[in-house]
Each structure stands twice: as C-alpha cells, then as structure tokens.
C-alpha cells in the first residue's frame, strides 16, 4: 500500500461564533413639490425595514411585503442598493450581526397610508446648495478643522480628506459625494450615530445606520440621474419641462441653468409633447410632455445621459 507522504490534516468541524440575521430596509424616495422626501417610520426616526424570513419568495419581495405592513403604501421601481456588513453596526443580536440588504425604490407620495414622509435635507442639510451655501457649512467646516488639529500626525491627511469631501480650499462642491460627507462627519464624531451629543449633532440623527444608508441611495440616486432616465419613476405621466428641471434639482441640489437643461432635454430626446398645456405660474401656458419608453429601446447600448448643468 502506498502511503501519501503529505502530512495528515486533521478534519475540524466549523466553529459558528454567534450568527447573522439579514435585514431588509428600504430607502423610498418621492418629490413633492421642489422637496425630495424619504419614506420613514417610527416618527421619522427609521427607514421601512424587516428581517428577511423563510416564506419570501425573493429579497425584494420580502421588503416589499414588509413596507406594504409598515406603510401600506405601494411600491414600484425597486434596485438593490448596498449590503451592509459592518461588525461596528448597532446590533440587538447578542453574539451575532445584521446584515443589512438595502434597496432604493422611487414612488409618488401619496395621501393615506400610515408612511411618513419627510424631507431628506433635514437629515443631511448641508447637502442642499439651491439657494446659496448652507449656513450649517460654516459651522462644519469649523469642527471639522478642529478635529483635524487635534491629531498632529494625521492632520494634512484630515484636512485634505474635509476639503475633498466639502469642496474647500477652490475644490468644488460635487454633489456625488453625499456618503462620503457624512461617513467624515461620524468619523470627526459630528453626528448622533457616533456617540455626540444631541446638541452637537447635525443634521437629523436615524435609528442605527439607517442615516448612513439613506446618505447612499442619495448618492446613488444623484449619480444614477446623470446617465440613465430614472428621474422618470418620480414624474407624473405628464409634465412641464419646469416641473422636471424642479424636481432633478431638487435630487442634486443644485440649479440649472433653464435654457442649457432645456437643450440637453432636446438632444437627448427623452421626451416628447402631449399636445395639452398647463399653466403653472398663472402666466402663459406651458406645454405638456411624457416620457419616451421606446427611448429605453434606443438607447440600450449606447446609454441614456441627463447630465447636470449647473449655473
């Protein structure tokens, strides 16, 4: 009998130290108005969310089923959005973790329902840029220097990271990087959800991580607007062109400039008249347009832009 000269492994039965509970949370957003509005619960203190469990048939159809329970308010356009797995995550797990699979939905509010609706700029108001700088900036950007600071050996490099992530120093406000802010302020221990004080906090805190992952689908959702025509899911089936640079701006928010908006709306031809008008300032009327599906079509290859023009 020939023997293998390889040592012997000895074959040891996995070790389970505590285990994982997966969580479905849902970030639905609406806009109302100029306001873009996130669905909560618990008196806008969480995103619609649930434990995935044995009978759904999918991950989605269990969140679906969980913000029906919830808010009983229904969903439509659903994608995946993150997964998060942090071990550091606020966890009522003794020994175990959550991992948390999050989607990002866009609906339009409705009346009825038990949903409630707020506006996403109370949570993170440094991200609203359509009327001028945010006051809340001056004081950011004056914490966040002093939390620079107060680590000599890692000062150049905090610095650098708080005027990339908050355009200072001549960088330029970039609208993408909405997570990116907020995961620098709850480092820099500016938000609740970090151990601060109520008083120090900014912006509205969120039970857990639910913040963090409503700062996602913002980002999500601002980058996904510039090259593919999602913006749609939240316009009713017609509308002005005014309504649909509102509502884009509201999502960045940033302005456009009307006349440059209006001629990549043109170039792209993602719209097309209706042949009826609406008069929405009192003024001369305005034409109505719908969305072009077949743009859908067109554009499977070669991709659908609606990029920002900003003032």
């Not at 806009?31 to 806008?44: K, Q, Y």
């Not at 089923?65 to 959005?81: F, K, N, R």
């Not at 220097?145 to 970039?174: I, M, Q, Y």
Request: glycine share 10%; proline share 5%.
């Amino acid at each position: 009998m020939i023997r293998s000269t390889q040592p012997e492994r000895s074959i040891r039965p996995p070790v389970t130290i505590g285990f994982a509970h997966a969580e479905l949370i849902a970030v639905l957003v609406a806009v109302t108005g100029d306001e873009p509005r996130v669905m909560t619960i618990r008196s806008g203190n969480a995103l619609p969310s649930g434990p995935f469990e044995m009978g759904h048939r999918t991950l989605q159809s269990g969140l679906r089923e969980w913000v029906q329970e919830q808010t009983e308010h229904p969903v439509g356009y659903l994608e995946q959005l993150y997964t998060f797995a942090d071990r550091d995550r606020n966890n009522d797990i003794p020994g175990g973790r959550t991992i948390s699979i999050s989607y990002l939905g866009l609906v339009n509010e409705q009346s009825g329902g038990r949903p409630g609706w707020h506006g996403w700029y109370e949570y993170f108001p440094w991200e609203d840029h359509r009327h001028g700088r945010p006051v809340v900036l001056d004081e950011i950007v004056a914490r966040l220097k002093s939390w620079a600071d107060a680590d000599p050996a890692r000062r150049g490099h905090r610095h650098r990271r708080a005027d990339f992530a908050f355009g200072l120093d001549g960088g330029g406000w970039n609208e993408d990087l909405a997570l990116q802010r907020y995961e620098l302020l709850y480092e820099a221990g500016l938000v609740a959800e970090a151990g601060c004080t109520a008083e120090a906090n900014l912006g509205r805190a969120m039970f857990a991580d639910h913040r963090r992952i409503l700062a996602t689908g913002i980002a999500r959702l601002r980058a996904k607007i510039k090259y593919r025509p999602v913006v749609f899911e939240l316009m009713p089936e017609s509308f002005t062109l005014l309504r649909l640079q509102r509502t884009i701006e509201a999502l960045a928010g940033l302005t456009l400039h009307k006349q440059n908006f209006r001629r990549l709306i043109e170039q792209q031809e993602l719209v097309e008249e209706t042949g009826g008008t609406e008069s929405e300032t009192g003024g001369r009327p305005a034409k109505l347009f719908r969305f072009r599906h077949t743009v859908l079509e067109e554009r499977a290859l070669a991709g659908t832009k609606l990029p920002l023009s900003r003032n």
